[in-house]
C-alpha cells in the first residue's frame, strides 16, 4: 500500500461519494488533507480532514482558496478534481445557462485549479494531479451532452498537458470509475438511466484504492473497469449494434 506522508492533498467532491472516500484514504495514508465541496460538511465528519465550502460554478473562488491552501501549508502536492455535476439536458433546448453550469464544474474548474497548482509543481519537480473523467466519453448516449462535452474537454487537456509535464515531475492521471452509486449516480438513475451493467458498477472505496495504488504511475489513464474500453471497438466493428446498444441506454431528455 503506497503511503503519501508529508503530503498536501486537496480534494474536490469531498463530502460524498468518491471525493470522500478519496480524502478520507488519503488521510489514512499519512497525508494533510483539505477536503472542498459545496456542500456545508463539518469536520466531525473525519478529524483528519479540514473542510472548506466552495461553489465550483464560481471558478475565481476555487483558484483564491487553493493559493489560501498553497500560502498556509507551503505547497500542493496532491490535486484531486473529483466534484462534478450532471442533468438531463436536450440538444433542441439553447438551455445555454446549463450548458455554462455543467461546463465550469466539471471542466473549467479543474482546468484552473490544474493549471494553479502545476507551477509549484514544477518547481519542486513533483507532483500529482487526478482529473475524473468518465466512461460516457468513449460511448456517449443522447440526453448527456452538457456532461459527456464537459468530461471529454477535460480528458483532452489532462491527456496533453501530462504528455508536457511528466518529464518535468508531475503525474496527471484521468480517472475512469466506471459506475458508483453515488449521489449522483443514484441521480442519473432517478432521471431515467438504465442501471449499468453489474460489471461496471464500483464502490467509491475500490475506486479510491485503485487511484492511489496508480499514482505516479507510467499510465496517464486509470480504469476502474476494463469493459467499458472495448466499446469503442465495437463502435468500429459492429456500427448497428453499437447504436441499438447506445440507443437503449439514453436518457429521456426535458
Same mark, same amino acid.
Given at each position: ?48 480532514? @479540514? ?31 473529483? $466534484? ?70 477535460? @480528458? ?70 476494463? @469493459?467499458?474500453?472495448? @466499446?469503442?471497438?465495437?463502435?468500429? $466493428? ?17
Amino acid at each position: 500500500m503506497k503511503r503519501f506522508e508529508d503530503h498536501v492533498a486537496v480534494v474536490t467532491g469531498a463530502a460524498s461519494g468518491i471525493g470522500k472516500q478519496l480524502a478520507s484514504d488519503l488521510a489514512a495514508r499519512g497525508s494533510t488533507v483539505v477536503g472542498v465541496d459545496v456542500q456545508d460538511f463539518e469536520r466531525s465528519q473525519n478529524p483528519t480532514i @479540514t473542510p472548506i465550502q466552495c461553489d465550483l460554478a464560481d471558478v475565481d473562488a476555487y483558484v483564491d482558496l487553493l493559493a489560501k491552501v498553497e500560502a498556509e501549508h507551503g505547497r500542493i502536492d496532491i490535486l484531486a478534481n473529483v $466534484a462534478g455535476i450532471d442533468r438531463p439536458v436536450s440538444a433542441t433546448s439553447r438551455d445555454m445557462a446549463l450548458y455554462r453550469t455543467i461546463l465550469q464544474v466539471n471542466f473549467f474548474a479543474p482546468l484552473a485549479g490544474t493549471l494553479t497548482v502545476v507551477p509549484g509543481m514544477v518547481a519542486r519537480g513533483r507532483g500529482y494531479i487526478v482529473n475524473v473523467s468518465s466512461d460516457s466519453i468513449r460511448s456517449p448516449i443522447a440526453g448527456a451532452s452538457a456532461y459527456i462535452a464537459s468530461k471529454g474537454a477535460l @480528458t483532452g487537456f489532462s491527456e496533453s498537458a501530462a504528455l508536457e509535464l511528466k518529464r518535468q515531475g508531475v503525474h496527471i492521471h484521468i480517472l475512469y470509475p466506471g459506475f458508483v452509486y453515488s449521489a449522483m449516480g443514484r441521480e442519473s438513475i432517478e432521471h431515467g438511466m438504465k442501471p449499468p451493467p453489474r460489471v461496471i458498477v464500483k464502490s467509491s472505496k475500490q475506486v479510491s484504492s485503485l487511484t492511489l495504488e496508480r499514482l505516479g504511475g507510467r499510465r496517464i489513464d486509470i480504469n476502474t473497469s476494463r @469493459t467499458t474500453t472495448i @466499446t469503442p471497438f465495437i463502435k468500429m $466493428a459492429a456500427p448497428s449494434l453499437y447504436r441499438r446498444m447506445m440507443a437503449s441506454r439514453s436518457l429521456p431528455t426535458p
